[in-house]
């Protein structure tokens, strides 16, 4: 059994806290209130207080230092929250990143010392939360984990038997890919869906088919610019798949948009304009989700 310490309680936070913590000791870090249980619902059952213990900022030091830490928050979150626990981490502490998009995992390695670990857990598992303390399980897919670092690589085969009690989980020795193929789904998903106000599976018609296409076009190609060999046709499959497996649910930035919140679109979208410019390749309709995002964001 293991302590460890989850960064966020947005959607994926509840959902990671709740099978986690068949296993181990779990603390949850929040912004809002400790003293409200937090909550998880299956799609077929009864709702059920998650196993964990609340926390704010002001009580980190009452439970330092910490060994095992996953951050849960959004990918422009993570820098901000990770200065803030910098100061608690263990000396061998195992840090594990998981977000949509792309970045963070060469700053965080910068900023760790080399007997503390990194890892990033890329997830298909999906919820959506009814209200700010519970979430409902509404998607069930795969989670891989694979390790940025030497410190974690280590010690692998321990952060394989922490994190099995997740559904569908194992490790991969090519997370790098895997970030890839998840940035190139949510390229297709995310921001079509927060523009148009619609449900994932409402991008298969064929309305959306050429807007999908000249997006990872580009996307495969910064890709492939990168020594990643990611192919168009395999995208296409696999975010059509993704459409298909979540039709009913509302995607993660569809989500924040629809409440005012700030989205993951730089990390994203942003993330492919970012590279491309550096790699001499034109992208200008992740250049318009961008821009739209921002603008719709902004209320405009």
Known sequence: MANILIVGDGAIGLLFSHFLSAQHTVTLLTRKPTLTTRFYQPSNGKSQPINARLINHKELNQFAPFEWVLFTVKAFQVEAAFKQLQPYLAEHCQVILSHNGM????????????H?????????????????YSVNHTGDGASLLGTCNDAARKVLKQIEQHFSSLPNFS??????????????????I???SAIHNVKNGQLRTPHFSSRIINLLSEACLVANKQGISLSLSDALNNAYSVMSATAANFSSMQQDISHNRASEIDAICGYICEQGAKLGVKTPYNQAMLSMIKAKSAGL
Not at 105 to 110: G, K, P
Not at 116 to 124: E, R
Not at 173 to 188: C, F, G, M, P, S
Request: no cysteine; net charge negative; proline share 2%.
């Open 103 to 114: 970045g963070n995992v060469d700053e965080l390695n910068a900023a760790l010392s080399a």
């Open 171 to 188: 490790v991969t020795d090519d997370i790098h890919t895997l970030r890839w193929q998840k940035l190139l789904v949510n390229i297709a």
């Open 190 to 192: 995310n921001p079509l």
């Open 116 to 132: 503390q670990g990194l890892s990033f857990l890329t997830t298909q598992q999906a919820g959506f939360k009814a209200t700010q």
